[in-house]
């Protein structure tokens, strides 16, 4: 890759966050740290690793003509407290139309998403519905919001029974310094 530790033009050092959590799923499974909640629908957040060889990643998807689908992908909790700079970072990869992922942040998840105060992240995500495979980076979310709180990051998941995508994440990582 690209070596940028060379000063910027300002002359300002790059320093990369230290990474406070990741999971990339290795194990299969999402263990304590994750929680799942089915909203609506039959189907579930669950991980995988087909297509993957021994990479696993989390999936969601739900078939066509099936009733509509909400479910919910929630960290556990992070503590932002004495951070000055915070970010979350994963990949994506999307197959078949449907509804984008929604990524969101959350300082006080009641245990339902319903009652949560969310707060929607701008993260990219793949728009290639087209093909599995074409991981995109989501580049580092700001949680400058979150400073000095614990946090919790959130994927969403909506589909109708016309519109059903698949969704997969990976290299799930949460960053402060």
């Given at each position: 890759?690209?070596?940028?530790?060379?000063?910027?033009?300002?002359?300002s050092i790059y320093v990369p966050l230290a990474v406070l959590y990741k999971d990339d799923f290795a194990a299969g499974g999402f263990g304590s740290?994750?929680?799942t909640v089915k909203v609506a629908g039959t189907q579930v957040w669950n991980t995988s690793n087909q297509g993957?060889?021994?990479?696993?990643?989390a999936v969601m998807s739900a078939p066509l003509n099936n009733p509509a689908n909400e479910d919910w992908l929630i960290s556990k909790t992070v503590s932002l407290v004495g951070k000055?700079?915070?970010a979350v970072s994963f990949t994506s990869d999307v197959?078949?139309?449907?509804?984008?992922?929604?990524?969101?942040?959350t300082e006080n998840y009641t245990g339902n998403p319903a009652t949560t105060t969310w707060v929607l992240l701008p993260a990219a995500l793949d728009t290639n519905n087209a093909a599995f495979g074409d991981w995109v980076s989501s580049g580092n979310v700001d949680l400058s919001a979150f400073l000095g709180?614990?946090?919790?990051?959130?994927?969403?998941?909506?589909?109708?029974?016309?519109?059903?995508?698949?969704?997969?994440?990976?290299?799930?990582k949460i960053k402060g310094q």
């Open positions: 890759g690209a070596d940028l530790d060379d000063p910027r033009c300002d002359g740290d994750w929680t993957n060889g021994t990479n696993y990643y000055t700079k915070a197959r078949y139309g449907g509804n984008a992922l929604q990524v969101y942040a709180k614990n946090v919790r990051i959130a994927f969403k998941y909506t589909s109708t029974s016309s519109a059903a995508a698949t969704w997969e994440i990976d290299d799930f």
